[in-house]
Structure formats: C-alpha cells, structure tokens
C-alpha cells in the first residue's frame, strides 16, 4: 500500500513538470519544471529500494548529474540572453525547418 | 644616291592624309592647304632630282624587301626607277604640285577644305606609289587606291545628286577593268609564280602561246577600264561634276595614265604577241575617233576636254599597238601638260562666269591676255600645230604607224588628228572670241590660279625641244623614217582643220547654222552630241536587265515562296498541336506532381514551429501512444 502512495506523489510531480515544461515561457522555471520530472524518478527510485541500498545509491547520483544539467541548462540561458536581449522561449524556434 | 630615296615620294602625301581626315575640322582651312601643297611640293623636288640624276646616267634602280610569305613563294615589294617611272613620277609630281596650288585659291571658300586636301594628297600619293611599284600586286594595289581616291574626289560635292551619281557611276566601270587585271595578274601568278616585274618579263616567254594572248588581254583590259577607251569610257563625262582641279588631276596626271602606264610597262610582254598588239591598236584608234567625233558637239566646257582626254588617251594606246613606246610616252607628257593647262582655264572661266554651256560664253579674251594666251598655246599644243610638243608627239606616233605598215590605221589616225584642231578652236573660239558680244562676270582670279597656268604654258610650249632627246633617252627609241612626205601631209590635214574651226567659228565666213539643216549633218551631229548613245544604250541596257529582274523576284515571291510558305504553314500546325499537347498532358503531369507535393508539405510545414516546448509536447503524445498500443496488443 505505502508504493501506492510513493507512485500517486511520483505520478503528480511527473505531471506537474511535464506540464510546466509544455506550457511555462521562461526558461528558468521549465529548468525548476524538469528538476520537479528528475525528483518524481528519485522518489520511485528511493522507495522501491527496501532489499538494498542501490536505489538509493542511484537516487544520489541522479541528483549529482541534476545539478550539473542545471549548470548546462543556466549556461544556455545565459548565451540565448546574450544573444537575443531576451529569454522569452517563444523566440527561440531557430529549429524550424 | 638620290634614286634610293625614291620610296619617300609618297609618304608625305600619305602622312598629310592622315592628318587632315584625323584633324579635319580642327585644322583650319588654310594650313591643310598649305600641309598638302608643302608634301606635294617635296615630292616634286624629289621627283625632280630623280628624273635628272636618271637622265643625266640613264641608269636604273631597283630596291625591294620581303613583303610576306605564301608557301614557298617570297613575295617582295620594292620600287623600280628607269626611264619610264621616272618621267611617270615627274609628271604626276609636276602637274599634282601645281593642281595643288591652283586649288588653294579654286576651294577658298569650301567648308571641307581638310577633306578636299587629304583625298587629293592620297591621289596624288597613291598614283606616284603605283608608279614605283616593282610588282603587280603593289601595283593593283595602289591602282585600286587611285580608283578610291578618284570616286571620292569626283563626289566631293556629294550634297548634288549628279555628283554622287557621278561617282558611283566613275567607280563601278572603272571596276569592270580592275577585275580583268587582278584576274590576269592572279593568272601570270599561278603561271609564273611571281609578281615582280622583272621575273614576269623573264620567264613570259615560256607560257603557251594563248595562256600569254589571255594575260596581255586581261590586263589591257584594266587598262581599258582605267583609261576610259571604247567601250569602258563612259564613266569620263559624268566625272566631270567634280571639282575642276580634280578633274585637272584625273585627266592629266593621277588617274587615266594609269592605264597607258601599265600598258607601257609591260610593253616588253607585248612585243612577243602582234595579236594582241593589233587589238590594242584598233581599240586604241576607235577610242581616239570616237572621242574626237564626240567632242566636236559638246555644250559643256569640261564635257569638251572630257571627250578630248578620251580621244587622246586613245592615241598614246594606239601608240602602244604599234610599237611606239617612246612616242606614247611623250604624248603622254605633252598631253599632261596642255589638259592640266585647259583644265585649270576652264576652272578660271568657270569661276569668274559661274557658268559651263559654252554656246552661252564669248568675249573672254578681255579679261586680261595672261590666261588667254597661255591657254591658246595648250590648245595649239593639243591640235598638234607645229611647232608645238603636241605636233612632234603625233609625229612619232605616225612614224611608229608607217613602221608597222598598216595604211587603214594610218588614215584613221590622220583623220582622228583631223578632228583635234576643229573641236579644240570651237572650243576656244567659242569662249575667248572678241566677235561675240557676251558679258563677262566681274570676279577675277588671283595669281595662285594664274601662275600654275602660266608654268603650264611654258611646259606645253616648250615640250617639243625635247623630242629627239627624249626619243633617245627611252629604252626602246624609234627609229625615224624617212617618211618627209606623210608628215607634210598628214600636218597640213590638221592646219586644214584649224583653218576651218578659224573660219566657223571666228571668223564666222562659214554659216555653221546652213550646214546642219543638210539631213546627213543633221544626224552625224545628233550622233556626235550624244556620243553615239552609247552611254544611253548601256542605260536601255540595265533597265532591261532590270525590268527580267523584276520579273523573277515575282516569280520568286509568288511561286517559291509560296511552296516555302505552305510547308511552312503545315509546320506551323503541327507544332501547335503537339504544343498543347504538350501544355496539357506532359506540363499537366509535372505540375501536378510538384503541386500535391506542395500541398501535402504545406500540411506537415505547420507541425514544426521551431519551439522545443511543442517538440517536447509530440514526444509525450508519442510516447503515450506507443504505451498505449503495446498495452493494448502486449495485454
């Protein structure tokens, strides 16, 4: 029953991040959203590790390689500022075709 | 030695060319004058010292360079002075000097005076090249050049309609001579395989027999062109709508000579063929016949001494066919002096009257003695009246007739010189006469148009102390007969002619109005006056060549064109068709292709906005779609 509860929190965060990166505009809150995704795969990770200690294990490195995206993800923020005098995502869309 | 130099005649001419067409306007009228008259003057003095040094040694020069390669044969270029260029190269110099002078008071009014100067110095340049030319194609070539020179000079007026006519008409006959030469040249070069003149005469003798009557032909023949005899000298009277100094020019010095030049060029050719010597000899004497019989009738007072030239080129030619060199060439001289006199007067008459009909002139003889004196002696000269160099040039030519034997050339000669002195005292009389009360105009002519006169004067007067001297200088002298009593006889026929042409003319004891209402008169005159139609029938002539002309171009554009048309046409048809077809079926396909593409693209296009937040949003669809399919197929 308790993995009941931990997969309904870990869904609601999944949602919730998924949600903030589909539709939020500025970029340091979309990292905020992915950092919410990262944290709903850690609370999986940490609560079906009853036997051994490797989720755990595994949570802590999540969170290790979390940061340094955040790093990466800050860094391009900080270029597309540079760039475009502006963070506004719906500016960004050099990707098109 | 001064003879070494003599390829530096023409160049100033040439040089003064340039500079007057390149300058032209910017030169003031003046200074191309004086520019020309200064080269010609250098080419008269150079000339001059030429003709003395050769006189006084009697030799020859000849210098040459290579002019250019073809396959193995060296074509050269060089000039040749002997005897015969180097009077050539005297009188052209001579009369070309003092035309020249003449002309710097004739055109002081004219606007294109630099043109006027450049084109008479690049006649007189060409004709002293074609003069000094060692070969038949430098020759031809500056033959040709004198050809250009004489349509340009003799249309220089080109604003009249007659004057462009004129020209036209004086360039494409003497072109029909032109190409009979360049094809006897073409045909002594593939014989011969050199243009030289020296080669030719050199190895002539070993063509055959016809091939040699063939090239003597053809190249009398542009001697026939360029010398207006019988039936080429029609251009010679329409010529005569150029300015008088270049009439001057054309008839005394630059350009009919030309022909007689060439003849006595190759007169070491001739003398192998009696052929064709006799042909020359008849076309010679008609020429001389028939010019003199159309000279008699004339209203225009340069169509007279047109006529005359005619008439008395044609005697130097016949001189050629009967051998007489020398005296061809001294009647050449004579000639040269005594026409270039009475064109120059013609001018001053023309100029100081305003007018050309000489039925309406008379009375002249009061404006001064110098120009009426000086052109009674040239007329005396050309009459042949004893002692004057006319009278010993016919001399010699007579002489030359009787070696050969001939007694129809004999007395056709005697009674073409019979006609000389009747047509020249008409002429004079007609213009200076005291006894017929006419007004003159009241301009009168400086001493620029009167001393070139004078000077001529003094040449035609004095030319016939030379002839015994001259008779020996050349290289192949006569040898004078005895024949006392012919030239008693054969004078006194031509001081008959004079009496009567005093006594119709002058003094008017013959009533010349009687005479022609004699019906044979009547026809003989009618004849005379419009030079036996000969010019009108070559007209009659084209019209009808013309006229069969116009006959085929309808043919033409009815019938070839039409078939040309039809199958075009039918082309035409079946090209539109299969055009549509074409539009249609093949164009329809590919367009229809390229335009579902597009649309189907313009679909997809919309998915791809360029932001990643929408990316993210198919992947998650994606994503949940593929989960979902397995969910529902994996169970």
Redesign the interface.
């Known amino acids: 029953m308790i993995a009941f509860h931990f997969l309904i929190t870990s869904i609601g965060l999944v949602l919730i991040g998924?949600y903030g990166?589909?539709?939020?505009r500025h970029p340091i809150k979309?990292l905020m959203s992915i950092e919410l995704i990262l944290n709903a795969a850690n609370i999986n990770l940490v609560a079906f590790s009853t036997e051994n200690l490797i989720g755990q294990g595994f949570a802590s490195l999540v969170i290790a390689i979390s940061a340094a995206e955040v790093c990466v993800g800050l860094a391009i923020v900080y270029n597309l500022y540079r760039l475009k005098k502006d963070i506004d995502?719906?500016e960004?869309?050099?990707?098109?075709? | 030695m001064v003879m070494e130099y003599a390829w530096l005649i023409p160049v100033p001419l040439f040089i003064v060319f340039g500079i007057n067409i390149l300058l032209n306007k910017r030169l003031k009228n003046r200074t191309s004058g004086y520019l020309a008259t200064g080269a010609v003057a250098f080419s008269f003095i150079l000339s001059t010292l030429i003709f003395i040094s050769s006189l006084l040694t009697g030799s020859k020069f000849h210098g040459s360079v290579t002019w250019f390669q073809l396959g193995e044969h060296v074509i050269k270029a060089g000039y040749l002075i002997d005897p015969v260029s180097s009077l050539m190269l005297l009188v052209v110099s001579l009369v070309s000097f003092l035309v020249f002078i003449y002309s710097l008071e004739f055109m002081e009014d004219d606007r294109s005076k630099p043109r006027f100067f450049g084109e008479l110095a690049l006649f007189s340049g060409s004709m002293t090249g074609l003069v000094l030319a060692d070969n038949f194609l430098l020759m031809f070539i500056f033959w040709e050049l004198v050809g250009l020179c004489s349509y340009l000079l003799i249309g220089f007026w080109m604003e009249k309609s007659e004057a462009a006519s004129g020209s036209k008409k004086a360039f494409l006959i003497t072109r029909i001579g032109d190409i009979l030469m360049l094809s006897g040249i073409m045909l002594m070069f593939t014989q011969i395989g050199s243009f030289g003149f020296e080669e030719t005469f050199n190895s002539f003798g070993q063509l055959s027999g016809d091939l040699q009557t063939i090239t003597l032909l053809l190249l009398f023949g542009g001697a026939v062109g360029k010398s207006a005899q019988l039936p080429l000298q029609v251009w010679i009277p329409d010529a005569m709508v150029g300015p008088t100094p270049v009439s001057a020019l054309i008839h005394a010095a630059t350009m009919v000579k030309a022909g007689v030049y060439l003849l006595a060029r190759i007169s070491p050719l001739l003398s192998s063929s009696p052929l064709v010597t006799s042909i020359i000899a008849y076309f010679g004497i008609l020429t001389a016949l028939f010019g003199a019989y159309s000279a008699l009738t004339q209203k225009d007072i340069k169509e007279i001494l047109a006529y005359s030239t005619i008439s008395h080129i044609g005697f130097m030619v016949f001189a050629i066919g009967v051998m007489g060199y020398s005296a061809s060439l001294f009647h050449l001289f004579n000639h040269s002096a005594f026409k270039a006199l009475l064109f120059l007067a013609a001018g001053v008459v023309i100029t100081e009257t305003g007018k050309h009909d000489i039925t309406k002139m008379g009375n002249f003889w009061k404006r001064g003695k110098l120009v009426p004196i000086a052109t009674l002696i040239g007329c005396l000269s050309l009459a042949g009246i004893p002692p004057l160099g006319g009278w010993f040039s016919k001399e010699m030519i007579l002489t030359a007739t009787m070696q050969g034997g001939n007694y129809i050339l004999v007395s056709l000669f005697i009674l073409a010189s019979f006609l000389s002195p009747i047509y020249i005292f008409r002429w004079y009389s007609l213009i200076f006469s005291t006894n017929r009360r006419k007004k003159v105009g009241d301009k009168s002519s400086g001493y620029l148009m009167v001393l070139p006169i004078v000077a001529l004067a003094t040449i035609a007067g004095l030319a016939g102390l030379f002839n015994s001297s001259f008779n020996e200088w050349m290289p192949w002298s006569l040898h004078h007969g005895s024949h006392a009593i012919l030239a008693i006889g054969s004078t006194l026929v031509v001081l008959t002619g004079f009496t009567l042409a005093i006594l119709i003319y002058h003094l008017k004891l013959i009533d010349i109005n009687r005479i022609k209402e004699n019906t044979l008169f009547e026809i003989l005159h009618k004849f005379s006056f419009n030079a036996l139609y000969i010019d009108d029938s070559y007209t009659k002539l084209g019209f009808k060549a013309f006229s069969f002309s116009i006959l085929a171009s309808k043919f033409d554009d009815k019938y070839v064109d039409g078939v040309i048309n039809a199958f075009g046409a039918f082309g035409r048809k079946v090209s539109s068709k299969s055009k549509s077809f074409d539009d249609i079926g093949i164009d329809g396909v590919v367009n229809g292709v390229a335009d579902s593409i597009k649309f189907s693209s313009s679909l997809a296009?919309k998915i791809?906005?360029?932001?990643?937040?929408d990316?993210?949003?198919w992947i998650?669809i994606g994503t949940i779609t593929i989960l979902i399919i397995l969910k529902i197929s994996g169970g």
């Open positions: 998924l990166v589909i539709t939020l979309i995502v719906m960004v869309n050099a990707l098109k075709w | 296009r791809q906005t360029g932001l990643v937040r990316y993210s949003l998650l």
